[in-house]
């Protein structure tokens, strides 16, 4: 069954901690993005990733970093340099200018 | 860098009206997609175009996309319940490449 994973669903960080997302996909795309997502608010690119071993940053990547070693993976890790990092993150994957693909998304909160 | 908006931001509509919602970017797309997000959900893919003009039905939906390339619409025609949820436009760069830029997203409710 084909698709794009995302895990945890719901995510608990504690403030000054890093937390990884994790994001896995079997489509074979060869392109992956990170979004994130605030109440009542549109997507904002975080970082994408065209092939592997390369990576781009988005319009907001301050504070977050990723890593690209396979073609299915494509974690987030949000590390305590970010500020306000309570957000709704959704992960996707496309074949090359065509439609992308989310995955169910992490709601991460810092308590 | 890149930006699209979208207006409006929310739009109320009673069940057998119609709704639009316009997209607008600051450069020119090499395409542009639609998405639809129910509450609580995922964004899900609904149509992309390409050509400079170009017009694609979905059943109750008409998609537009501006001559120039920098707008396009999405217009309901006798609204559902069903339709209810968040709207997005995203834009391909000219510039090469799979970036997709996200609009600011339309919010619709639908009443009985």
């Known amino acids: 069954d084909g698709g794009i994973t995302q895990s945890p669903k719901y995510l608990f960080r504690k403030e000054g901690q890093n937390v990884t997302l994790s994001c896995e996909q079997n489509?074979?795309?060869?392109?992956m993005y990170w979004y994130r997502q605030d109440p009542g608010q549109g997507l904002r690119l975080i970082y994408y990733?065209?092939?592997?071993?390369?990576?781009q940053k988005g319009d907001i990547a301050e504070g977050y970093s990723v890593s690209r070693e396979k073609k299915e993976s494509f974690p987030l890790t949000v590390t305590s340099a970010q500020k306000n990092p309570t957000a709704f993150y959704l992960c996707?994957?496309?074949?090359?200018?065509?439609?992308?693909?989310f995955g169910q998304g992490t709601r991460l909160t810092v308590v | 860098g890149q930006q699209v908006m979208q207006i409006p931001q929310y739009q109320h509509v009673q069940e057998g009206e119609d709704f639009t919602t316009y997209c607008n970017s600051s450069?020119?797309?090499?395409?542009i997609q639609w998405y639809k997000q129910r509450p609580g959900g995922h964004p899900v893919f609904l149509i992309q175009?390409?050509?400079?003009?170009e017009v694609k039905k979905q059943k109750r939906l008409t998609f537009q996309f501006g001559e120039a390339k920098k707008n396009s619409s999405l217009h309901i025609t006798a609204t559902q319940t069903t339709d209810v949820g968040t709207y997005f436009c995203?834009?391909?760069?000219?510039?090469?490449?799979?970036?997709?830029?996200f609009g600011t997203g339309t919010q619709l409710k639908v009443e009985l």
């Open positions: 996707a994957s496309s074949l090359h200018n065509t439609e992308a693909f």
């Open positions: 489509l074979n795309h060869d392109a």
């Open positions: 990733s065209q092939i592997v071993n390369d990576f």
């Open positions: 450069t020119t797309l090499s395409n």
């Open positions: 175009l390409v050509k400079s003009g």
């Open positions: 995203a834009g391909g760069n000219t510039g090469g490449g799979n970036k997709l830029t």
